[in-house]
């Protein structure tokens, strides 16, 4: 039986983040969950925007966004992140683009444009599958003012202080950080050693300026020490 897609439910969002001219973020909980996540939305040089992640926003905000920039396309990580993209798709009226690997999974739950091979961005934004994960989950390099370089991470790095954290998940490790979860890697790494090399590859990128993930704080000093060390957790 198909599940009935949620609806647009605006739940406690913080104020937009606006860390560079061409990448905001705005950061909630999952519903149920009293679990961070956070949406980055990136400004190409069309003027469009993308989304990496979905959170429904207040009208006043969203109000902000739109005047910021043409909605355009939605990515998500992987299925597991489509609580609220089926919603958000439709509202927007964007494009959703996610990973080959669950194709099936995420069609199940909202209308999919295309997988990630598909999206067309441009000279300072790229999209990458992680190697050795099982769901090919991207991350999205974003390049600002032509020498600072983000990273945004789906679920790979997360970087979440143990005392928010309900107790259940800190006993599975996800506290701390940022670094990769054991849960993550139990689940979702199929070669560890690809993910370290991937992940520490990225750590020497040119002025690497910040990490991004879904889960947990922004890291904005000694990014590059922080993926470092979030490798050696792989």
Not at 15 to 38: C, Q, S, Y
Not at 53 to 82: C, F, K, T, Y
Not at 165 to 172: M, N, Q, S
């Amino acid at each position: 039986m198909t599940k009935t897609p949620r609806p647009w439910i605006v739940t406690p969002h913080d104020p937009i983040e606006k860390l560079e001219d061409n990448l905001w973020t705005v950061a909630g909980e999952i519903p149920g969950l009293r679990v961070g996540r956070r949406m980055s939305i990136i400004r190409l040089s069309s003027g469009d925007l993308m989304f990496f992640n979905a959170i429904p926003l207040r009208d006043e905000v969203l109000e902000e966004v739109r005047a910021w920039g043409r909605p355009s396309i939605l990515i998500v990580p992987h299925h597991q992140h489509m609580i609220d993209a089926h919603a958000f798709r439709e509202r927007l009226g964007l494009k959703l683009y996610g990973p080959a690997e669950c194709e099936k999974k995420i069609r199940a739950r909202a209308e999919l444009t295309g997988t990630l091979e598909a999206i067309k961005t441009d000279g300072d934004v790229t999209v990458q599958s992680l190697r050795g994960v099982k769901l090919g989950e991207p991350a999205i390099v974003v390049r600002s003012g032509g020498d600072r370089v983000s990273l945004l991470f789906g679920d790979v790095i997360q970087n979440t202080p143990k005392a928010s954290l309900p107790l259940p998940f800190r006993l599975a490790g996800f506290g701390g950080g940022p670094k990769v979860v054991p849960v993550f890697k139990m689940m979702f790494v199929s070669d560890k050693q690809r993910l370290k090399e991937q992940l520490t590859e990225w750590s020497e990128l040119s002025g690497l300026a910040r990490l991004v993930p879904s889960h947990g704080g922004i890291v904005s000093t000694q990014a590059s020490a922080a993926l470092k060390g979030a490798a050696s957790t792989a």
